[in-house]
T-cell receptor
């Protein structure tokens, strides 16, 4: 079966712009989580969605937001981009609590 | 920081040797998971061990968990060049922390052919 698909793979944006990243989970998985990975902070949890509802949120500013659609696909949005937002953004889907399947990530560079 | 710690940060071994990575964490857990990441790509789930388990095997992988010490170890036996990657432990705190994994900083493993 198809894995977790993230689009786009690479993105270059200018400070102050906004960006939307997309994640299509494995079919049947209703939970989608988002993570930010940077060399300095490592992997940090952004938020988790289940059946279109945000169930959990990490410690990120309000510029970071997300949503989930009825088909479980999820998007995350970052507004007013800062240089420090440059990172690999990973999404993961799961069916239960037996581990997560991650996508290949979106590499965001803010210039 | 909520993140756990892994050691060593980097490990270089010869093909055929065993590699051991250690992970310590801070909070109570529902389970602990290990992931592999190749060159900044996505994470690949390797193995999950629940809080009431002490040891688990999967192929060449062996994971132990000591909840009293809040620590875990991952052993890769008979390593191969293809095992070269970064390895992360991640704790699932369970309860109301749905979908949230707390990752360690990772161990970079290099296996020389």
């Amino acid at each position: 079966k198809a894995g977790v698909t993230q689009t786009p793979r690479y993105l270059i944006k200018t400070r102050g712009q906004q960006v939307t990243l997309s994640c299509s989970p494995i079919s049947g998985h209703r939970s989608v989580s988002w993570y930010q990975q940077t060399p300095g902070q490592g992997l940090q949890f952004l938020f988790e969605y289940f059946s279109e509802t945000q169930r959990n949120k990490g410690n990120f500013p309000g510029r970071f937001s997300g949503r989930q659609f009825s088909n479980s696909r999820s998007e995350m949005n970052v507004s007013t981009l800062e240089l420090g937002d440059s990172a690999l953004y990973l999404c993961a889907s799961s069916w239960g609590t037996d581990g997560y399947t991650f996508g290949s990530g979106t590499r965001l560079t803010v210039v | 920081s909520q993140q756990g710690e892994e050691d060593p940060q980097a490990l270089s071994i010869q093909e055929g040797e065993n590699a051991t990575m250690n992970c310590s964490y801070k909070t109570s857990i529902n389970n602990l998971q290990w992931y592999r990441q190749n060159s900044g790509r996505g994470l690949v789930h390797l193995i999950l061990i629940r809080s009431n388990e002490r040891e688990k095997h999967s192929g060449r992988l062996r994971v132990t968990l000591d909840t009293s010490k809040k620590s875990s170890s991952l052993l890769i036996t008979a390593s191969r060049a293809a095992d070269t990657a970064s390895y992360f432990c991640a704790t699932d705190p369970g309860s109301s922390n749905t979908g949230k994994l707390i990752f360690g900083q990772g161990t970079t493993l290099q296996v020389k052919p």
